[in-house]
């Protein structure tokens, strides 16, 4: 989901890979040395591939029931190594059009969880001409064989792009009816609960309903926010100074579930779609969403991390 109307849209409110602070900031890491060490090996090996343009190995780096959430490369998520290896074949063909265009990225968190789990955010940069720059959320899993990429979810900032992006002139991608819940269809109420409230609160201009379906120490990464921010209290101050704006105009926010995942007994990952449509009814902006959730001792769930951002065709 992203965080409508204005924040969400406007501020961007729709993934990882290549989405989350200023470089700027310190880096907070919570991890042993030799994980830490092994985490940035993979990162970096990531970086060399893209740079390479080796989708088939950039592929390898993730986990085979993995997704990709990343709106730069498609509409829709890629599941699986075969599709993952796709997008990035697409990613590379429609943003490495010269040798110049180099990929780099920057850790802005990591944190060692239950289970081999790590989380982490960042940014990242395409260099040369028709550059951009974003911001990335990653659940990983680390293995005896190495960190293997459980969900990217990356998007661009869309203040970084040379024009505003023409939705208009998009050709829509349908989106598929049916709801993947593998082995957290006991969390499909839970999960819409979360959606009904974060899309009306978008769409009623109610900043606390949308703060409130996070954790209160819960990140909201948008690719119309120029940084991430940190804690529920500033995702509703910054939803709200949003909706306070003189330029804000209402509009509908909705957004689908596509895939959910029980990583550990107390996280959750989901993936989807979003849109965004003005009083005619007609779509003004799209994209994904791949967000983090803590499930709750009464089986509730919470966003702790959301990382959404509209998609970007091709320059």
Same mark, same amino acid.
């Given at each position: =989901?992203?965080?409508?109307?204005?924040?969400? +849209? !406007? /501020?961007?409110?729709?993934?990882?890979?290549? @989405?989350?602070?200023? @470089?700027?900031?310190?880096?907070?890491?919570?991890?042993?040395? /030799?994980?830490?060490?092994?985490?940035?090996?993979?990162?970096?090996? +990531?970086?060399?591939?893209?740079?390479? &343009?080796?989708?088939?190995?950039?592929?390898?780096? $993730?986990?085979?029931?993995?997704?990709?959430?990343? /709106?730069?490369?498609?509409?829709?998520?890629?599941?699986? !190594?075969?599709?993952?290896?796709?997008?990035?074949?697409?990613?590379? !063909?429609? +943003?490495?059009?010269?040798?110049?265009?180099?990929?780099?990225?920057? #850790?802005?968190?990591?944190?060692?969880?239950?289970?081999?789990? #790590? =989380?982490?955010?960042?940014?990242?940069?395409?260099?040369?001409?028709?550059?951009?720059?974003?911001?990335?959320?990653?659940?990983?899993?680390?293995?005896?064989?190495?960190?293997?990429?459980?969900?990217?979810?990356?998007?661009?900032?869309?203040?970084?792009?040379?024009?505003?992006?023409? +939705?208009?002139?998009? %050709?829509?991608?349908?989106?598929?009816?049916?709801?993947?819940? &593998?082995?957290?269809?006991?969390?499909?109420?839970?999960?819409?609960?979360?959606?009904?409230?974060?899309?009306? &609160?978008?769409?009623? &201009?109610?900043?606390?309903? #949308?703060?409130?379906?996070?954790?209160?120490?819960?990140?909201?990464?948008?690719? !119309?926010?120029?940084?991430?921010?940190?804690?529920?209290?500033?995702?509703?101050?910054?939803?709200?100074?949003? $909706?306070?704006?003189?330029?804000?105009?209402?509009?509908?926010?909705?957004?689908?579930?596509?895939?959910?995942?029980?990583?550990?007994?107390?996280?959750?990952?989901?993936?989807?779609?979003?849109?965004?449509?003005?009083?005619?009814?007609?779509?003004?902006?799209?994209?994904?969403?791949?967000?983090?959730?803590?499930?709750? %001792?009464?089986?509730?769930?919470?966003?702790?991390?959301? @990382?959404?951002?509209?998609?970007?065709?091709?320059?």
């Amino acid at each position: =989901m992203n965080t409508l109307t204005k924040l969400c +849209f !406007r /501020s961007l409110s729709p993934v990882l890979a290549a @989405c989350l602070l200023s @470089c700027g900031q310190e880096q907070k890491v919570t991890a042993t040395p /030799s994980n830490k060490e092994k985490f940035d090996a993979s990162t970096n090996e +990531f970086l060399d591939l893209w740079n390479a &343009g080796d989708a088939e190995s950039l592929s390898m780096l $993730f986990a085979e029931d993995s997704v990709r959430v990343v /709106s730069n490369d498609g509409q829709l998520p890629s599941v699986g !190594r075969k599709a993952i290896a796709a997008s990035f074949r697409e990613g590379i !063909r429609k +943003f490495k059009t010269s040798p110049d265009n180099l990929l780099s990225s920057k #850790i802005s968190n990591m944190v060692e969880l239950e289970g081999g789990i #790590i =989380m982490a955010h960042g940014t990242f940069t395409v260099a040369g001409e028709g550059g951009f720059n974003g911001k990335w959320a990653s659940i990983e899993r680390n293995t005896e064989d190495g960190i293997e990429i459980l969900m990217e979810s990356a998007h661009v900032t869309e203040s970084s792009l040379a024009a505003p992006i023409d +939705f208009a002139s998009v %050709e829509r991608v349908p989106t598929p009816d049916a709801t993947d819940y &593998g082995n957290a269809a006991k969390f499909e109420e839970a999960m819409n609960r979360i959606i009904t409230n974060y899309t009306k &609160g978008a769409t009623t &201009g109610d900043a606390a309903l #949308i703060a409130n379906t996070f954790t209160s120490d819960g990140i909201q990464i948008v690719s !119309r926010q120029d940084e991430a921010l940190h804690g529920r209290t500033a995702i509703e101050e910054a939803i709200s100074a949003s $909706f306070s704006a003189d330029d804000y105009t209402p509009e509908t926010l909705s957004a689908k579930t596509l895939r959910m995942r029980k990583v550990t007994d107390s996280l959750l990952i989901a993936n989807g779609t979003w849109q965004v449509a003005d009083k005619e009814g007609q779509i003004t902006r799209f994209g994904q969403w791949g967000n983090i959730f803590e499930i709750q %001792e009464d089986g509730s769930l919470l966003m702790k991390v959301e @990382c959404a951002g509209a998609f970007v065709p091709a320059p």
